[in-house]
């Protein structure tokens, strides 16, 4: 079974600075996705950002980005230039790209929750 | 507007009663799913759904259950059975077509117990 472990359970930046969220996980197959989501206080979680495993390239929506590392088997968030709106819950996911019933199914981490102050 | 209504926003629950929480979309997607959040442990399957008249357990199923009668309906009831139901259920849906994790969220319902 896959695991998805995100360490922070808390982080806060100072806005227009950068901040990284770290997530790691566990698994024994080759092909899969990795995802960020956002669970903003309205609590409807939007998902941020997408990475195929066999892409060696990391990701990068506006002024998020993704840092890869299969071998390591990490995938943090990257947020540049933070702004009041990015506090939120952050949800590192991973699925599995068989197409089965478990394929279907994500596997979140436990969250971290992201602070910014003004 | 297009979207997932989830109801009520809070709900209590006493001991030994079922309690069926409500998710409504009209965004005419074929899929619809119930995840169950609780502090530091992200969000995790109960059942789901891709089709009318037919759903699947997920990782947490004991003590819930589902029926999808109409496209747009997927309640989910918190039976007795449940021991610790206490925690933040979100409703999802997508179509078919869209990728698994390209999930439309309502905004979820709290469940406490009396």
């Known amino acids: 079974a896959q695991t998805v472990t995100q360490s922070q359970p808390e982080m806060s930046v100072q806005e227009a600075e950068t901040v990284t969220l770290s997530c790691t996980y566990d698994t024994s197959e080759s092909d899969y996705y990795l995802f960020w989501y956002k669970q903003p206080p309205s609590r409807q979680m939007i998902l941020v950002i997408r990475?195929?495993?066999?892409?060696?390239q990391n990701a990068t929506e506006n002024r998020f980005s993704v840092n890869f590392q299969k071998a390591a088997k990490s995938f943090s968030l990257k947020i540049s230039d933070s702004q009041l709106g990015d506090a939120a819950m952050y949800f590192c996911a991973y699925r599995s790209a068989w197409n089965n019933n478990a394929g279907n199914m994500l596997t979140f981490g436990g969250g971290t929750r992201l602070m910014v102050k003004p | 507007d297009g979207g997932i209504t989830q109801s009520p926003k809070y709900l209590f629950r006493k001991e030994g009663q079922n309690v069926t929480l409500s998710c409504e979309q009209n965004?005419?997607?074929?899929?619809m799913y119930w995840y169950r959040q609780d502090p530091g442990q992200g969000l995790r399957l109960i059942y789901y759904?891709?089709?009318?008249?037919?759903?699947q357990k997920g990782d947490i199923a004991e003590g819930y259950s589902v029926s999808r009668e109409k496209k747009e309906s997927f309640p989910l009831t918190v039976t007795s059975a449940q021991k610790n139901p206490t925690a933040f259920y979100l409703c999802?849906?997508?179509?078919?077509?869209?990728?698994?994790?390209?999930?439309?969220f309502g905004s979820g319902t709290q469940l406490s117990v009396l």
């Open positions: 999802a849906s997508r179509p078919h077509k869209d990728s698994p994790e390209k999930l439309f």
């Open positions: 965004l005419n997607h074929d899929a």
């Open positions: 759904s891709q089709i009318v008249n037919d759903f």
């Open positions: 990475q195929e495993a066999y892409k060696q």
